[in-house]
């Protein structure tokens, strides 16, 4: 019986030996066995825009609320736009009166205007001849009333009243020819027409007032807030009334397609992967289904494995950060979300992605 009991415990202990012998090389095969993926762990992150007016004013309308799926370009909020029409409409007026300036320096004196002045000029030619006239006999009565007086015909008061007569009407021909050289200075302006240096001040003025006008559209423009991508309205922060200025975010906007998972890839695997590679992406709030992505981005500087990460090689190993993006028109993943990325490695060579490939702008 004894020996019996031997050969039974051998027995037992040589099954032992080849069941631990079988298990030992079937593991030491699947550690060497290449791996058809890579599987990585992350959460999904996406892109946040602070949208917020570009000027000072109360709001006088929102137009979308949390969790409204906004559009590139579409109006989402409104300030009190008074105040800025009314600089707008001034600006208008100011520029339509100075652009008649400048209209009517370029275009010159009109004809009429030079008719004007050359009948003026003839006008004071003729003051002028007969002020000439008025002199020449003044001085014919003046040397008769002296001979005479020298000859006692007349007296003497009758030779000072014709000097006196004689120097009114000399004074009378200088004023004359000034009007006259007033008028043909006018006559000749008027043929020239404006200085280069009026137009150009005119133009100047009118393009500081283009200027001024163009602003103030752009400050009416301000008071209305767009978009600037597709995306989903994650936070309302202010409300109808409330003062606005550009430094008070009004809505944050999730920019989430595309949307990426960060993960962190470990350094013995960084030769296997490429920018443009094809890869899956599993979350647990939708089991049995994968979302297609890519690799967009691989980080160039090495990190310790963050602490929140879970994989399966050790926390001390080296690795660099990814983000494996994907399009999510359905919105379906969010900010935070866990995620699984399996990255194939057969028959996944890098390729081309478009700068939009989700049709985002």
Known sequence: MGSVKKRIVILITLALLVSAGAFTYRRMARQKAPSDSITLYGNVDIRQVQLAFNDSERIEKLLVDEGSAVHAGQLVAQLVQQHYKDAVAQGQ??????????????????????????????????DVQAAEDNVTNASLFY?????????????????????????????????????????????????????????????????????????????????????????????????????????????????DNPLWVRAYLPEPEMGKVALGMRAWIESDSFPGERFPGWIGYISPVSEFTPKNVETTQLRTQLVYRVRVYACNPDHRLRLGMPATVVIPLNDNPPHAIDAHPCGTN
């Not at 100011?94 to 008719?115: C, D, F, H, M």
């Not at 009333?145 to 020298?150: E, G, I, S, W």
């Not at 280069?196 to 007032?209: G, L, M, P, S, V």
Request: hydrophobic content about 45%.
């Open 93 to 126: 007026s100011t520029v339509a009166a100075q652009q008649q300036v400048v209209a009517r320096l370029l275009a010159g004196s009109r004809p009429e205007e030079i008719a004007q002045a050359r009948a003026d000029v003839a006008a004071a030619q003729a």
């Open 143 to 255: 040397q008769r009333q002296q001979t005479l007086a020298k000859q006692q015909y007349v007296s003497l008061q009758v030779r000072d009243d014709a000097e006196r007569t004689l120097q009114t009407d000399r004074a009378a021909l200088a004023a004359r020819q000034q009007a006259l050289e007033a008028k043909q200075q006018a006559l000749q302006l008027a043929v020239i027409g404006p200085r280069k240096e009026d137009i150009a001040a005119a133009q100047a003025t009118a393009k500081a007032d283009l200027s001024a006008l163009a602003l103030a559209q752009k400050q009416l423009n301000d008071t209305q807030l767009y978009a600037p991508e597709d995306g989903v309205i994650q936070d309302r922060i202010l409300e109808t009334g409330d003062m606005a200025t550009p430094q008070t975010p009004v809505f944050t906007l999730a920019l």
